[in-house]
């Protein structure tokens, strides 16, 4: 398994694990109230702030695993993380929108944060599955 395929698989992981903690904490905290009532930013900030860090972590670790591959980056691995990340980004402006949607009909600030943050969730989570895709089946045709 390539080293960038791995960090796709960190980032996947990661990043889903991490946004299942937080809606967890938030749909406890809420406990039959409005969800735009719970205190959420420290929340947010810690599973953001906890995601770095394991990710960084992970990485650090399968790079002392296999030291080797760790800076060995060829063509297909360019070109596979090139294509994940243009997946990735529709996700981000697709959330951008919508939090510019969310702001002009002035909603409460959790949700224009929460419609952020499942953006950059789910830009991970698609950006990787498309580089694993890849690195699997190929890339698509142009």
């Known amino acids: 398994m390539a080293f960038e395929e791995k960090r796709a698989w960190i980032m996947l992981g990661v990043s889903a ?9 938030i749909l406890l905290r809420a406990d039959g109230a409005g969800l735009a009532s719970v205190a ?9 702030g906890g995601a770095i860090g394991a990710s960084i ?25 090139r294509f994940g ?3 990735g980004q529709s996700f981000v402006i697709i959330g951008g929108i919508a ?9 409460n600030h959790f949700w224009i944060a929460n419609a952020i943050y499942l953006a950059f969730v789910l830009s991970a989570i698609f950006g990787s599955a498309a580089k694993l895709s ?3 089946r190929g890339l698509p045709p142009c």
Do not use: C, F, W
């Open 40 to 48: 959420y930013a420290g929340t947010l900030l810690a599973t953001i």
């Open 17 to 25: 694990v991490a946004y299942l903690i937080y809606v967890a904490l």
């Open 57 to 81: 972590g992970l990485n650090i670790l399968i790079a002392i695993a296999s030291p080797k591959e760790a800076n060995q980056v060829d063509a297909r691995d360019r070109e596979i993380g």
């Open 134 to 136: 890849a690195y699997h």
């Open 99 to 107: 939090a510019l949607v969310l702001s002009l009909l002035k909603m």
């Open 85 to 87: 990340e243009y997946i």
